[in-house]
């Protein structure tokens, strides 16, 4: 017999105690109708080694959700420290669609064509395997078409109790 069904619990706690969960920080991006879209996202994790998959996270009501799954493809540009300022960039909501990677070094995916962040920690290209609802959000499971890790002594960008953190090494 299961569990009463308890009260959900406070939204405000909620954010707290998941973000005692240090995490990487990434710019998911993907090429809709010829234009380009791009969001920050730390719900990005390891799937499958057979095949390669990884996944993320992206809220259902936002337009990034949308394009993504018109285009059914994706890349995932890992964040080192000096990529602060892009991280906030992409989380901002409501920026304007038009030009947003104008000011950021891009280099275009040789599967996808979508843009990735010059100096980057590492890369991938995804083609879209499956999408399952999720509360608020989708998540977005790809299979890698490509993979590159330019330079893998770079000091990650990472995102612990709402703020960036540094690794203590």
Not at 140 to 149: E, M, N, P, R
């Amino acid at each position: 017999m299961p569990p009463p069904a308890a009260a959900l619990p406070d939204g405000r706690l909620f954010r707290e105690v998941t973000g005692a969960f240090a995490t990487g920080v990434t710019v998911v991006t993907t090429v809709a109708d010829g234009v380009d879209h791009a969001m920050t996202v730390n719900s990005f994790s390891s799937v499958s080694l057979d095949p390669p998959l990884v996944m993320f996270c992206a809220e259902r009501t936002g337009r990034f959700h949308a394009a993504v799954l018109a285009a059914g493809f994706w890349a995932v540009s890992v964040l080192g420290t000096g990529h602060r300022e892009a991280s906030d960039w992409f989380a901002a909501p409501g920026r304007p669609l038009d030009d947003q990677l104008d000011g950021w070094p891009t280099v275009r995916g040789a599967e996808t064509g979508a843009p990735l962040l010059a100096g980057a920690l590492a890369a991938l290209e995804c083609r879209t395997r499956q999408v399952h609802e999720a509360g608020d959000h989708s998540i977005v499971v790809g299979q890698v078409l490509s993979l590159d890790l330019p330079d893998p002594d770079a000091e990650p960008l990472v995102f612990h109790r709402g703020g960036y953190r540094a690794l203590d090494r």
